[in-house]
């Protein structure tokens, strides 16, 4: 129930406009998001960087709502890659398609879509499309279909084990050897389309793990670069112990070395299990998000763990 309210008001336009404003919310949003500058970001990821760990930045933002609105949001994702270019960043970007514009034209989309992967592709950089709510599947692997068919070998995409979808999605990827980065999955989906009890969740994760390991050994993906911004075809995202315990368990089984299987974490969740990843050779990547638009975000990871409530709450009471 909570978690389903949660989700229900990082949508609610009316919440969107009002909770952003109590100024609690705004400093515990610090605690998952990296601040709101280009700036505050750089400095996430260089303290990341010192203690061997990736990144991806992302720039906040989604469903844009008009064109110019998404010109916007792409102009700041490539200054992003400026950016981690210029600041020699062990980082590559994650991006929503609804950001720069699929729920406005899908040529609109395309075309930015196609300017972001030339800039990265310039810099020898990399960008992991983020998958967004079921609606949007069919177009985001479309879309990531047709760049791949451009020749943009630069770009990877996101599945979801509580998607039923994704069994049939990670066959497809597998055999053009994308690179894949796996997840639970973060909206509120309808039973048609997602297992609805954890445990069923879980089992999928561990399934489409197995896969795509195997998938690694098999299939040669683009290498990975030295910098870190190339990942390797198989990046396990989670916080989950038993999870990536099993991940690391059957890679090491079927001989994929620790360097092919990527773990990826969010920025403020686990840094523990994120050094001791690091310390086991494994590549270990933080998603940094930044920007003004983190509220829907911040709500997501609210729904995610309504205990991070009490955290939030705890925040009217700090001077
Ligand atoms: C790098 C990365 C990229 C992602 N990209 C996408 C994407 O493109 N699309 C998408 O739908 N989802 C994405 N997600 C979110 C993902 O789908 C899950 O919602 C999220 O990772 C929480 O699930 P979990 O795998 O950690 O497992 P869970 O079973 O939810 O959590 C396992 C344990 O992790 C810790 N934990 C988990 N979440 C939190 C939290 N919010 N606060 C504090 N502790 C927590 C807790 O200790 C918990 O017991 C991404 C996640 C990561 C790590």
């Keep these: 129930m909570m978690r389903r309210f949660l989700i229900y008001l990082s949508k609610a336009r009316w919440a969107q406009r009002a909770i952003p404003r109590l100024w609690f919310i705004k400093r515990a949003s610090r605690r998952f998001v990296a601040g709101e500058t ?22 906040l933002g989604e469903n844009t709502t008009n064109a110019e609105e998404s010109l916007d949001a792409t102009e700041t994702i490539l200054a992003d890659l400026d950016d981690i270019h210029q600041s020699r960043l062990r980082a590559n970007v994650s991006i929503k398609l609804t950001q720069i514009g699929l729920n406005i034209s899908k040529p609109l989309c395309e075309s930015n879509l196609k300017r ?23 177009r985001i692997l479309e879309l990531y279909g047709q760049m791949r068919d451009m020749g943009m070998k630069n770009v990877g995409v996101v599945l979801q084990s509580y998607l039923y979808r994704s069994d049939s999605d990670l066959s497809n990827l597998i055999k053009r050897g994308a690179k894949v980065r796996l997840v639970k999955g973060a909206y509120r989906e309808p039973p048609s389309q997602a297992y609805p009890r954890k445990v069923d969740v879980d089992a999928h994760f561990d399934n489409l793990t197995r896969r795509l390991i195997d998938g690694a050994l098999a299939y040669k993906a683009e290498p990975v670069s030295a910098d870190g911004r190339i990942p390797p075809m198989a990046a396990i995202a989670t916080h989950d112990e038993a999870r990536i315990d099993f ?11 620790t360097s092919a299987l990527e773990f990826q974490m969010l920025y403020g969740i686990r840094r523990d299990l994120q050094e001791s990843l690091v310390t086991a050779g494994h590549p270990v990547r933080v998603y940094v998000p930044y920007g003004t638009a983190w509220y829907p975000y911040l ?6 763990r309504p205990a991070n409530l009490w955290f939030v709450t705890r925040h009217i009471f700090k001077p």
Aim: one cysteine or more; a negative charge.
């Design 116 to 138: 972001i992967l030339e800039k990265a592709r310039f810099y020898g950089n990399f960008v992991r499309i983020d998958m967004e709510d079921s609606s949007t599947a069919d």
């Design 38 to 59: 280009p700036e505050e970001a750089i400095k996430a990821i260089q303290e990341l960087n010192k203690c061997g760990i990736l990144a991806t930045l992302d720039h």
């Design 299 to 304: 709500m997501r990871r609210m729904a995610e």
């Design 247 to 257: 991940a690391r368990t059957y890679a090491s089984q079927v001989g994929l070395p």
